[in-house]
Each structure stands twice: as C-alpha cells, then as structure tokens.
C-alpha cells in the first residue's frame, strides 16, 4: 500500500477549486436556462415543463461544486526528495505519480487568473515520456517557486554526475 506524500497543497486551494467549479456551475447552468428559454417556444409535449430543465441541472450539480473542492484538498498532496517527486491528485479518480528526478528535462511554474488572485502558482515537471510528467496544483506561490528551483537544481546535479 502506498503512504501517502509528506506535503498538502495551500488551504486557499480550497477556495482557488471552488472559483473553477463555480464558474463551470454557471455556463453549464446559463446554458440550461438558454435551452429551457429555446425550448419554451417550442415543445413537442403539449403542458411539458420546460423550465424545470434548469432547476434540475443546478440541483444535480451543486453538490460536486461544494464536495469537489474539499475532497480535492483532502486528496492532493505531494512530496520532494532527492530522487523522486511523489505526487496524488484528483478527486473522482486517484493519481499517484512517481517523477524521478533524473529523468526531468523541464520545471515550470505557471499562475492562472484565479491563482494569482489567490497567490497560488501550479508547478509542471515534463520528463520525455508524457506518462511520467506531473502537475501539482493549488501551492503557495512561495512555495511552488522553490519547489520548481530546488527541482531544477537537483535535475541538473544528477544530469552532471552521470556524465
């Protein structure tokens, strides 16, 4: 059985997967309300109440927009060593992933709208292989940056000692 990563994501993480549900909650639900409005003209069952369409999809959907973002932060979690980046993420399904240190040919740490807001920052690390890149989401600026220069500078050390 795995152990789980020695590190959480920031708290405001919380707040940053709550703005992204959000805002998904309410093209999705706007988009109902638009084909409820289209179809109001146009129903092809006489008395079909076109308009609980809407009601339904805020129904279905408000439970994930609230479970998804505190599931997530219970979840995500990650970890940095001298060899290995050790990464879980998700929230429907698990990912664990294992980046070893000497494979990593990029770090980069990248800021969304809502992440700047935040001071939150995602770090990627690229490998050759897609399989064994890896992205932890919803760090402390700080935080990320240090991880992507301590991340860079091991990389580089172990790119020098093998040849």
């Known amino acids: 059985m ?12 919380i707040t940053l997967w709550l703005l992204e549900s959000l805002t998904w909650f309410v093209f999705v639900v706007g988009g109902s309300i638009l084909v409820a409005y289209w179809l109001s003209g146009w129903s092809p069952i006489d008395g079909w109440p076109v308009w609980l369409l809407p009601i339904v999809v805020t129904l279905l959907m408000l439970p994930g ?17 001298d060899d290995v980046v050790y990464a879980r993420s998700g929230w429907l399904s ?67 000692d093998a040849t």
């Open 94 to 160: 698990r990912e664990w992933v294992f980046v070893p240190v000497s494979r990593i040919q990029t770090v980069d740490k990248a800021q969304g709208w809502f992440e700047r807001l935040l001071r939150l920052a995602t770090v990627e690390i690229r490998t050759a292989s897609h399989a064994g890149s890896s992205t932890i989401k919803g760090l402390d600026f700080t935080v990320a940056a240090q991880l992507a220069a301590d991340l860079a500078h091991r990389a580089r050390e172990l790119r020098d």
């Open 2 to 13: 795995l152990r789980d990563p020695a590190n959480q994501v920031s708290r405001r993480a």
């Open 65 to 81: 927009v609230i479970v998804e973002p505190l599931w997530r932060f219970a979840v995500h979690r990650w970890e940095f060593s």
